[in-house]
């Protein structure tokens, strides 16, 4: 992966001299500005779409292009600042972001859809790592009221999770439309390895967490295929506690048969948390790297 990755930066560079020279010189002071403010793990949950960079491109209203363009440089200004960091994890995950990264530099409609470009963009700045079925948050978490419920049994266990592992930080994990050809069952096992490693890695985060849709009991009656997105990890260790309902629309959007039972009044989509505690997911991990030897 070494002469694959030096031969990129050398690619990214290049992209990042040529994009400077298509924009105007007051763009690029602002530019400088932006690629100035890291984020800081240390500074706690953050958006992933912070202000800094939004107002800046709601200012360029002079041509759609030329806010594309802005969005490469930034992309490119972002990795090869942080070029050093992005390249010592050197996983597949991270070949394929660079990858996709120099795709992005030469291709238009890619990063017209604002929450690639967001991802992507959080990757380069080192708050999100690469996964092979999606991103993840370096640091996260979850809010108290997102566990609580009526539900005794979901209260008693929401609270140990409160009390034995607290509530951040913890990586969160999020889908990314580029790498949904591997949402399956083999491409979410080998995102939770790589999960797993970087868990091994630091020490201080406390495991993983997602909201979803699909961890919702019911989803598994209607669409049997989705059941191993709850089933795995719970198998392994994982605890989920229900939010309450789904607003996004992706439940019914993606499903005939669950958009069918909605409309007859027996489904109606939930949102549920999913807590991963950080021995367990290694435990896992570990457990299957032996298998996988005894095998070899």
């Not at 390249?87 to 604002?114: G, M, P, V, W």
Request: proline share 4%; with cysteine; glycine share 6%.
């Amino acid at each position: 992966m070494g002469g694959f990755i030096h031969m990129e930066k050398e690619i990214v560079n290049e992209h990042f001299v040529r994009l400077k020279k298509l924009i105007p010189v007051n763009y690029l002071d602002k530019i400088e500005v932006i690629l100035a403010s890291s984020y800081k793990v240390e500074d706690g949950i953050q958006t992933y779409n912070p202000l800094i960079i939004q107002d800046f491109l709601n200012e360029i209203i002079e041509s759609d292009e030329k806010q594309i363009i802005v969005k490469k440089l930034l992309l490119a200004g972002f990795i090869l600042k942080n070029w050093s960091t992005l390249t010592l994890l050197k996983n597949k995950a991270y070949e394929q972001f660079f990858q996709r990264a120099c795709h992005f530099f030469s291709d238009d409609y890619t990063l017209r859809n604002i929450d690639v470009f967001w991802k992507e963009l959080a990757i380069a700045r080192l708050q999100f790592f690469p996964i092979h079925s999606g991103v993840a948050e370096f640091y996260s978490g979850f809010g108290i009221s997102q566990g609580l419920s009526l539900n005794p049994i979901q209260m008693f266990q929401f609270l140990k999770i409160l009390l034995f592992k607290g509530r951040r930080p913890y990586y969160q994990i999020h889908t990314h439309t580029p790498v949904l050809n591997n949402f399956n069952p083999e491409g979410w096992q080998e995102s939770y390895k790589e999960i797993a490693k970087m868990l091994k890695l630091n020490s201080n985060i406390k495991g993983v967490v997602r909201g979803s849709w699909f961890f919702d009991p019911k989803v598994k009656e209607i669409s049997p295929h989705l059941g191993y997105l709850r089933d795995f990890p719970l198998q392994n260790g994982a605890e989920t506690f229900r939010i309450g309902p789904d607003t996004s629309g992706n439940a019914l959007a993606t499903s005939k048969s669950r958009l069918k039972k909605f409309e007859e009044g027996k489904y109606t989509p939930m949102n549920y948390l999913l807590v991963w505690p950080r021995e367990a997911i290694i435990s896992w991990y570990e457990e299957s790297e032996r298998n996988s030897s005894k095998i070899s």
